[in-house]
C-alpha cells in the first residue's frame, strides 16, 4: 500500500536471543538501495528477559518502532524518528495490536492504541530533517514525505541473534551473550553455547502467532 492503515494483532516470541518484528520495506527502490528507499518498523523486541544499556532494559519488556532513511547505509538517521514503549511484563506473555497510520502529513505507530512513534512530514523534507540545508537532496524537494510516498509491503519475521548491533556486547543481559559482534563464527559461537540459552526456548512461547493482519489504503 501507498498511505494507509496497517494493523496486526500479534503474540510475540519470547526467550534468549531471540528478535521478532513487523515491518515494511518498499516493492520499488526507486531512490536505490537500502536506505535510501526507506523501512517502517513497527515493532523490533528482543525475547530476553532483561537486556540492561546502563538502567534502561531494551529487553521483552519493551517494544519499539524506527523508519529507517538516509543517503547510504552509513548516514542512517534512524535514531531521529525512532521510539520505544516499556511494560512491567514481557510483550510476549499476551497478544497485542500493533497499528501504523501513514498519511501524506505523518506517521503514527501504536501499540494497543498507545502512541510509540509520532513522526510529522517534515516542514522541509526528510533530507533537510536529517543532513540540513547542505548537499544535494536524493529525493523529490516536491514530495516531503519521501522515501516515504512510495508503495511498502509487510514482513512479519522472526530472527535469532545477528552481529549488527541489535545486541550489543556491552549490555547486561540475563545469561551470557553467546557470541561477540565480530566474529567471523557467530552461528557455530551461538550454537556451541545453547546450553546457556536453549533452557529459556519453550514450545510455542518462541512462535510469533498471528492472529490477523490488515492493510488498507487510505
Known amino acids: 500500500i501507498k498511505f494507509g492503515h496497517v494493523e496486526v494483532r500479534a503474540k510475540i516470541p519470547k526467550g534468549d536471543w531471540i528478535w521478532p518484528a513487523i515491518w515494511m520495506l518498499p ?59 516499556r511494560q512491567s511484563h514481557c510483550w510476549g506473555d499476551d497478544f497485542h495490536v500493533y497499528s501504523l497510520d501513514w498519511t501524506q502529513s505523518h506517521i503514527i505507530i501504536k501499540v494497543d492504541n498507545i502512541e510509540i512513534l509520532n513522526v510529522p512530514v517534515p516542514a522541509h523534507g526528510f533530507w533537510d530533517k536529517g543532513y540540513g540545508s547542505g548537499g544535494h537532496s536524493i529525493w523529490p524537494l516536491n514530495s516531503k514525505m519521501a522515501p516515504f510516498d512510495q508503495a511498502f509491503y509487510s514482513i512479519l519475521n522472526v530472527a535469532v541473534g545477528g552481529t549488527n548491533g541489535f545486541f550489543q556486547d556491552s549490555w547486561r543481559y540475563n545469561s551470557p551473550k553467546p557470541w561477540s559482534n565480530n566474529s567471523p563464527h557467530e552461528p557455530a559461537d551461538f550454537w556451541n553455547k545453547r546450553n546457556d540459552w536453549l533452557p529459556s526456548w519453550h514450545g510455542d512461547d518462541v512462535a510469533m502467532i498471528v492472529d490477523y493482519i490488515e492493510m488498507r489504503q487510505y
Open 27 to 85: 516493492r520499488s527502490s526507486v531512490y536505490g538501495g537500502w536506505p535510501r528507499s526507506g523501512e517502517i518498523d513497527l515493532m523490533e523486541s528482543r525475547g530476553n528477559a532483561y537486556a540492561f544499556a546502563g538502567s534502561t532494559d531494551h529487553g521483552c519488556k519493551e517494544v519499539s518502532s524506527t523508519l529507517h532513511w538516509g543517503a547510504d547505509a552509513g548516514a542512517n538517521r534512524f535514531y531521529l524518528t525512532h521510539g520505544e514503549q
